[in-house]
Every structure is written in C-alpha cells, then in structure tokens.
C-alpha cells in the first residue's frame, strides 16, 4: 500500500533537511556528464550515518554484508518487501534493468543494487532468494537482503522512509509464493537512493516508477498486484522516474555513459 503524495513528498523533503544539506547549484560533474535536472529526483550530498552503513544485513544467499563492506563503489539502495502489491514490483523491475545496464557496460564491478527489505518479519533469506529467482537471470551486482527488525527500523528511519503496518482488506490476498492467506500489509514510501563512492547519498528517486518493456516484471509478481499496482503499471503518474533516468545519474556518479540497451 502506497501512503499519500502529499506524505511521500514530505517524507524525501524531510529526509533532505536531517541530512543537513540542500540540492546543488552546480550542474555537471567533474566527469562532464549533466547531474539529473530537479524534476527527476532529488540532489544531495550528505555522509550517510552510522545507522544506515554499520548494520550488517543477510542477502538471499546467506552473505553478510553491510553498506560499510561496500564502500569505494556506487550504490543504489531501494526499499522493498516480498508482498508489495502496489509499487516494489514495479521499482525492482527497473533496478534490475539498471543492473543488467550496468553490467552490459562493462561497470559491474564499480556498483553495487541493493534492495533491502522493510518487512523482516516475513522476508527471510530464502523468501528473499524466491524473489530474487523471479527476476531471472538475476545479474550479479544486484542483493536482495534484510536484517533484524530494529537494524531494519533504524535504518529506513535515518534514510526518511516511511513504513506503517495497516491490516490487510478482506478478501484477503494470497501469498504468491505459499498461497496463505494475508493479515497485514505495509503502507510504505517508495525511494531509490543514489549513494556515491565516498559513502555520501547524493540522489534520490521517489514514487512508483515508470515500467518500459525493458524491464519486465515476472508474471507472477505481475498477476499478484492489486489494482493501485495495475494502475501504476499501465498508466503510471506523469511524473514517474524512469530508467532512462535511473541510467542517467549512475552516469554522471559513474562519469560513464550507460546505455539503456536491451535484454
């Protein structure tokens, strides 16, 4: 479930203002390449805080890893759960197609995709490796992980995320994996943010994404959205981010054209 745009807009705005930084002035980075223009997203430049890099998270193949463990490269953190039905299909499809971008660029080894989850009750590693299976073949650079639920409320706390547990509306929606029955959901907001090689967030993506047939979605996550998810699939908001933009910040964090290609 997707909180309101008023309330996703004011959660970005004040996770800008506790980062204690504003968007630049300036345009271009040293690379040459344009930084994305403010209807895209949002620019920052801020150093991540400890709740954000110190907690060590579980990916979907057992590796620990923390944001710290990966510092010296670019990365783009997105917050996900296994049973969105409305928004997380949807973004994982385009990092993904990003992933699959930067890796076709020859870049793989200089970022790393990490979708964290905002569910840990649910999402365990063999949930999260299920997930990860669907978007098949899943390139390398892209982790699907979780970790305690304290880590976990700490963490998307300091990066601004809201997440809010509501109760599921009857009928109640099956598990696409198990097929049980559903008693809660998540209202959650939905960013990707941009995290450069000195440990510093300098971008964020929000809302629901704009999904191009380069970047599928699984037919089963496909058949479990609801109709908010549809709706965000087949007419998504005019102001929805995309991969083209998606491609077009790692570019200039990168200072390296990324094509958007095809799979």
């Known amino acids: 479930m997707w909180p309101p745009a008023s309330l996703a807009t004011g959660v ?11 968007a630049s002035s300036g345009a271009t980075a040293a690379h040459g390449f344009d ?21 060590v998270l579980v990916a979907s193949t057992g590796r620990r890893v923390s944001l710290a463990s990966l510092s010296g490269r670019v990365l783009v953190v997105s917050d996900m759960m296994t049973l969105c039905q409305e928004t997380c299909p949807l973004d994982t499809a385009n990092v993904v197609a990003a992933a699959q971008a930067v890796e076709r660029a020859g870049l793989g080894s200089k970022v790393e995709f990490l979708s964290i989850s905002i569910d840990p009750r649910r999402d365990t ?11 098949a073949p899943a390139p390398a650079d892209w982790l699907v992980a979780t970790g305690t639920s ?5 963490l998307w706390k300091a990066l601004g995320v809201y997440i809010q547990r509501v109760p599921d509306t009857p009928p109640a929606p099956r598990d696409w994996l198990t097929g ?15 995290i450069d090689r ?9 809302g629901p994404p704009h999904v191009s047939s380069g970047a599928p979605i699984p037919a089963r996550l496909k058949k479990f959205l609801d109709g908010d998810g ?8 005019t102001h929805a981010w995309t991969l083209p933009q998606e491609l077009q910040v ?4 990168l200072g390296h054209r990324i094509p958007a290609g095809s799979n």
Request: charged share 15%.
């Open 150 to 154: 304290a880590q976990l409320a700490s």
């Open 125 to 135: 590693p063999e949930r999260l490796a299920a997930y990860r299976k669907l978007y």
């Open 250 to 253: 790692l570019s200039w964090l």
């Open 35 to 55: 930084a994305p223009g403010a209807s895209v997203g949002q620019r920052i430049d801020a150093a991540l805080p400890g709740a954000v890099t110190a907690p």
């Open 180 to 194: 049980t029955p559903l008693t809660y959901d998540l209202t959650h907001s939905d960013e990707v943010f941009f």
């Open 230 to 237: 549809r709706q965000n699939l087949t007419h998504p908001n």
């Open 198 to 206: 000195r440990g510093h967030e300098r971008f964020v993506l929000d």
């Open 12 to 22: 970005v705005a004040a996770a800008t203002l506790l980062a204690g930084c504003s």
